[in-house]
Nanobody
Framework: VQLQASGGGLVQPGTSLRLSCVAS????????WGWYRQVPGKQRELVAG???????NYLDAVKGRFTISRDNAKNTVYLQMNTLKPDDTAVYFC?????????WGQGTLVTVSS
């Protein structure tokens, strides 16, 4: 499985971005997926997860601001990020919501700065 994340960029605080991640291969709909983020010197953390049936969970720091969703027909998982803060600056990745993980891919860089 290859994972291709996109949609990142440089934005000002308080604005929004929508990230997309396309997964190649089969069985996308049978898996739970997650969005992760990582900043240099820190461990990668799970930001949001979505189960096969659409149940979601979020890191406390993003609750109420981020929304994860999925489109099984497109093998795609999304992360809508609103009211972005400088602390959201990171490289964002998608993968299964638990190990064993697929190869991580390059992720997409989100920079929140004025």
């Amino acid at each position: 499985v290859q994972l291709q994340a996109s949609g990142g960029g440089l934005v000002q605080p308080g604005t929004s971005l929508r990230l997309s991640c396309v997964a190649s291969g089969r069985f996308f709909s049978r898996n739970s997926w997650g969005w992760y983020r990582q900043v240099p010197g820190k461990q990668r953390e799970l930001v949001a997860g979505i189960s096969e049936i659409g149940t979601t969970n979020y890191l406390d720091a993003v609750k109420g601001r981020f929304t994860i969703s999925r489109d099984n027909a497109k093998n795609t998982v999304y992360l809508q990020m609103n009211t972005l803060k400088p602390d959201d600056t990171a490289v964002y990745f998608c993968n299964l919501d638990r190990p064993p993980f697929f190869s991580w891919g390059q992720g997409t860089l989100v920079t929140v700065s004025s």
